[in-house]
């Protein structure tokens, strides 16, 4: 599991987002089991739980620019990282509608 894929896409689409929410994005993108990503992210202070944000996915603001300035770069580099993320966000908000 690629950790610093996951985190560039907390830093880019889901700060503040529900946990869980997030966890089943992660989950069908990376298949892998999204809390074991979770806990190598606290674990390395990139990111944290706000439970009195009901479980809302936190990450520092420096960290969070440093994420989409990796995206950026790597977007000028000719790599389509940002637009397949943001059709598969886009569909699955949409299919989130329906479930």
């Known amino acids: 599991m690629d950790t610093s894929e996951i985190f560039l896409d907390i830093a880019c689409f889901f ?9 089943n994005i992660v989950g069908a993108r990376y298949d892998c089991h999204p809390e074991v990503a979770f806990r190598t992210l606290i674990g390395r202070s990139l990111i944290t739980i ?46 989130s509608i329906f479930f």
Not at 16 to 23: C, F, L, M, Q, R
Request: no cysteine; glycine share 8%; aromatic share 8%.
């Open 50 to 95: 706000d439970t009195e944000k009901q479980n809302s996915l936190w990450m520092h603001d420096i960290l969070r620019n440093m994420g989409r300035e990796i995206i950026r770069q790597r977007s000028r580099q000719g790599r389509r990282y940002v637009k397949g993320a943001r059709w598969a966000l886009a569909n699955l908000k949409i299919l």
């Open 15 to 23: 700060v503040g987002e529900d946990k869980e929410y997030v966890a």
